[in-house]
């Protein structure tokens, strides 16, 4: 038996996932996990962050990564701050890739709530996700 993903949209894939757990071989392993944020989110993520970084809210002039960092921080998940070689810190050990899709949401959600209430003027169509 070959490796295999399932994704459990439904009934039948559900029935089918049961029928391979069934049919697997002893010390077969089973990983089930949620589904990781999407592309489209990646993208509407970047681009409302380099919104963002433009309208440069409360003066504060930072990079893309550095707004993502602060946002991932504000939302819980950890941030390690490291010395960069010119002695100034950066951002490390943190990915939004780890996050699932209910994450990625929350972040997206949250990151639109700060712009808007800055007043930052969003790039891409409001139902761009």
Do not use: C
């Not at 996990?33 to 002039?61: C, F």
């Not at 990915?95 to 700060?114: G, P, V």
Request: charged share 25%; aromatic share 8%; hydrophobic share 40%.
């Amino acid at each position: 038996m070959a490796g295999q993903t399932v994704i459990l949209a439904g009934p039948s894939q559900r029935r089918f996932a049961h029928d391979l757990i069934e049919r697997a071989p002893i010390n077969a392993v089973l990983s089930v996990k949620k589904a990781k944020r999407t592309v489209d989110q990646n993208a509407k993520m970047w681009s409302m962050l380099s919104d963002i970084s433009r309208a440069a809210p409360e003066g504060r002039q930072w990079t893309t990564d550095t707004w993502k960092a602060a946002f991932m921080h504000a939302l819980g998940h950890e941030i390690l701050w490291q010395p960069g070689l010119n002695g100034q810190p950066f951002p490390a050990g943190f990915r939004t890739s780890r996050l699932d899709k209910e994450q990625m949401a929350d972040l997206i959600t949250f990151i639109q709530e700060y712009g808007d209430r800055h007043g930052v003027r969003w790039t891409a169509p409001e139902d761009a996700l």
